[in-house]
């Protein structure tokens, strides 16, 4: 077990003033600074017989810098399983003093190539630790590992337009988990509300809790899952899909360990949120209402997103149901706000239908399905054989209507959920959907030609 260091801040501290404590490291210790009963825990991680600094900024924040002279004259990775080893510790025998700040440490130590950073087996215990802590589901811890794995991800440009206006960049994405297994409507609402006007970027991955995930929906509809992920994504694009695989490698690594454990693990929820175009909008859905209020303050912990709605069908479906009541968390990233209220098919217009009219199928199927509703019908859909038997294109035509109709009014072209039905009616009418959906093809075929 390390050894601890208590450090009482002088006044100076509090009173804003930059106060430092530096520490001749002779083993694994923690610094415990406190200030004004506040208390900030930082363990050392430079190696043996380090000289090391610790210090309090006046935004109170403790981090911690390396001296480049050692006794040792030894130098030590930053992130080793050696220097995990203490943080994973405090997770375990005291949770509850565990800190954002070793959140973010312990996330940079996954985050390194080849297990380089933290073991197979350091890597399960964290993730079980911090499931059965209920740290899994802290805002501040979510959004600290979003940060920090974006960090370790394929970094893309969104082009800017002409005029060098900054696009708004829209995101509609769901945890899943919900186990309804729903036709693929959070990429088919990305399609249309981007052929009515919106810029949308859509991060998502093949699938795990359903039977057709967002990558392969669109492998079957003939887009190539962009490897590696593109640097630039020209302005001319009104839909883009990023496969989350080819986008954060360092998550993908940690995957034979993921699958490993009998458990769902910070990692399935982080997904949403790991969109290396930053979107300003997003609507985000979640399988369960617990979250609602952990994504919402997630999102705004982050400070990028500037709008989003956070919603939760009724019967725990991670996308706006169109079977009845969904509980709505609107966030106003700009003031902070967060508004909870709950919204219903019939405030779109549009009459609710049963679940099971919208359940989707192999993603071949759903691609033709997809087809047919951007087509406005002149693509034949699946024979009946291959459909759900409760399947109804009337059902999922108006699913993805209003779930079309939420990414609008968020991006503000629509001024109300009416208004984004009648505006992806529109989408699909004039074919503006359709051709959304072939620009974005064609880019990536060309792409994937110039890559052989």
Wanted: with cysteine; charged share 20%.
């Amino acid at each position: 077990m390390p050894g601890e260091l208590d450090y009482l801040a002088p006044q100076s501290a509090a009173n804003g003033i930059e106060t430092s404590l530096q520490v001749r490291v002779a083993k694994n210790i923690n610094i415990r600074l406190t200030l004004a009963r506040k208390t900030w825990l930082a363990p050392c991680m430079f190696g043996h017989n380090t000289l090391s600094t610790f210090t309090l900024s006046p935004s109170k924040h403790l981090r911690s810098t390396t001296s480049t002279t050692t006794l040792a004259s030894m130098s030590s990775p930053q992130y080793s399983p050696a220097t995990f080893k203490p943080i994973l510790e405090h997770l375990i025998t005291n949770p509850k003093t565990f800190t954002q700040e070793e959140a973010r440490l312990s996330f940079h130590h996954l985050g390194q190539d080849d297990f380089s950073g933290a073991t197979p087996v350091q890597v399960g215990a964290f993730l079980m630790a911090l499931k059965y802590s209920n740290k899994a589901h802290s805002p501040e811890i979510i959004a600290s590992a979003a940060e920090v794995m974006r960090s370790y991800a394929a970094k893309v440009e969104v082009q800017r337009d002409e005029s060098g206006k900054e696009p708004f960049v829209m995101d509609i994405v769901g945890t899943g988990g919900d186990e309804w297994n729903t036709f693929n409507v959070s990429t088919a609402a990305a399609i249309v509300a981007a052929g009515a006007g919106a810029k949308v970027c859509k991060h998502g991955s093949s699938a795990t809790t359903s039977t057709s995930g967002s990558s392969d929906l669109l492998s079957a509809l003939g887009c190539p899952l962009l490897t590696p992920t593109p640097d630039v994504i020209p302005s001319s694009l009104p839909f883009t899909f990023l496969h989350a695989a080819a986008t954060q490698p360092s998550i993908s690594r940690l995957e034979p360990v993921r699958k490993s454990l009998p458990f769902r693990t910070i990692f399935n929820v982080l997904g949403p949120l790991l969109n290396p175009t930053n979107p300003r909008g997003m609507v985000l859905g979640v399988y369960t209402k617990e979250l609602g209020p952990v994504f919402a303050h997630a999102l705004k912990e982050s400070g990028k997103v500037e709008r989003a709605l956070i919603v939760c069908g009724q019967e725990g479906l991670d996308e706006i149901s169109i079977a009845g009541g969904t509980w709505v968390w609107e966030l106003n990233g700009l003031d902070g706000t967060v508004t909870e209220y709950t919204i219903h098919p019939v405030q779109f217009g549009i009459e609710a239908k049963p679940l099971e009219m919208v359940v989707g199928s192999t993603p071949d199927v759903n691609a033709k399905i997809l087809m047919h509703l951007l087509s406005s019908g002149k693509e034949p859909l699946p024979p009946s054989e291959e459909l759900p038997s409760l399947f109804s294109i009337d059902a999922v035509r108006d699913y993805v209507l209003i779930n079309s109709a939420a990414l609008l009014k968020v991006s503000g072209l629509a001024k109300d959920w009416e208004d984004g039905v009648r505006l992806a009616k529109e989408s699909i009418a004039s074919g503006n959907a359709l051709q959304a959906l072939t620009m974005f093809r064609k880019w990536g075929q060309d792409l994937a030609t110039k890559e052989v």
